[in-house]
């Protein structure tokens, strides 16, 4: 069965400081791997990533795919009370178009 | 319209009741997915739409959940004879599919309901 899982579930730091989330999966037939922000209620887009050792960049926000050890990290440098959030990863596995998401991380930045 | 849309934001019924969500899509997407998202949880796929297609009913957690999408746009998820556990945010996706390829989901605000 297709399965994501996100560590910590839970990180509490400073701003200014740099974390890293952590997603790993078991998939039969990866097509790709996708992570959102969650503030409130609407998760939205930040990355989607396909290809192993390609770094997206977005300001801050960074992420990469390793399709052999099958895990992606989201890398948030010089964090914001802003980055407050639950970060989501998800896949999309074979022929279907549907996310398997993960449990995801609760970030709280504090001042 | 600019984004995915959802009503209403809030919904608040007795339990056995029957409920119907709304979810309005990006204008030109051709997929339409529905996800539910209990408290502290991560999000549980219900039910995709793809154009003419027959949809991916998979995730439906019983047959008191239904859902349909009429011309191809607007879709409505239908719980009958609501309990308790329904009580989640139902949130409503939807993404443009190119060569049967449509991973970048944009989620519209979701609705809160609440069964007491």
């Known amino acids: 069965e297709d399965k994501v899982v996100q560590s910590p579930l839970s990180l509490v730091v400073h701003e200014g400081d740099t974390v890293t989330l952590n997603c790993s999966y078991e998939?039969?037939?990866?097509?790709?791997l996708l992570w959102y922000k969650q503030e409130k209620k609407a998760p939205t887009f930040l990355f989607m990533l396909t290809s192993s050792g390609i770094e997206k960049k977005s300001g801050r926000l960074s992420s990469i795919l390793d399709k052999k050890e099958l895990f992606s990290i989201l890398n948030i440098t010089a964090t914001q009370t802003g980055d407050s959030a639950v970060y989501l990863c998800a896949i999309v596995s074979g022929g279907y178009n549907k996310l398997i998401f993960g449990a995801g991380t609760r970030l709280a930045v504090h001042p | 319209g600019a984004g995915v849309s959802q009503s209403p934001s809030n919904k608040v019924t007795e339990k056995g009741k029957d409920v119907e969500l709304r979810c309005d899509p990006i204008s030109g997407h051709t997929a339409l997915y529905w996800y539910r998202q209990s408290l502290g949880q991560g999000l549980e796929f219900l039910i995709y739409?793809?154009?003419?297609?027959?949809?991916?009913k998979s995730g439906l957690p019983s047959d008191r959940f239904s859902a349909e999408r009429t011309g191809g746009s607007v879709s409505t998820l239908t719980i009958q004879r609501t309990q308790q556990e329904d009580s989640a945010v139902y949130l409503c996706?939807?993404?443009?599919?190119?060569?049967?390829?449509?991973?970048?989901?944009?989620f519209g605000p979701g609705t809160r309901l609440l069964v007491l």
């Open positions: 998939v039969t037939n990866f097509r790709s």
């Open positions: 996706a939807s993404s443009l599919v190119l060569a049967g390829r449509g991973e970048t989901q944009y």
């Open positions: 739409f793809q154009g003419n297609s027959a949809p991916d």
